[in-house]
């Protein structure tokens, strides 16, 4: 599967999208900025410098901070795709963000969805 076109959209351009998906379901953006900190290791700062400068899906994860240690136990169904059996590693990152977003839109507990 040809990866790049995704790899290569800018994060700030779907980063809306996140927070009204989560918005519709009477979710916040700083819940959706909270999975993304605990995911990624990004701060409040961070985040919005990578996106005030529209750095790609690439860019993004490969300047985060520190990738959660938990992120094996995100499992399930995202887009058709098992997300633990997604082979790139970067794909399987990106899809870790949207299973969460999902989890949270669906009415996840927090405590659940960042797996304590």
């Given at each position: 599967m040809e990866y790049s076109?995704?790899?290569?959209m800018s994060f700030a351009s779907v980063y809306?999208?996140?927070?009204?998906?989560a918005e519709?379901?009477?979710k916040t953006k700083q819940e959706v900025d909270?999975?993304?900190f605990w995911l990624t290791g990004?701060?409040?700062v961070a985040?919005?410098?990578?996106?005030t400068n529209r750095v790609d899906f690439e860019t993004f994860f490969a300047e985060a901070p520190a990738m959660h240690p938990n992120t094996n136990k995100?499992?399930?169904l995202i887009c058709g795709y098992r997300v633990e059996d997604i082979e790139n590693k970067l794909m399987q990152q990106i899809r870790y963000l949207d299973k969460l977003i999902d989890e949270l839109a669906r009415g996840k507990k927090m405590k659940s969805?960042?797996?304590e």
């Open positions: 076109r995704v790899f290569k809306p999208h996140y927070v009204s998906k519709k379901k009477g909270t999975i993304i990004y701060d409040k985040l919005e410098k990578q996106i995100i499992k399930g969805i960042l797996r």
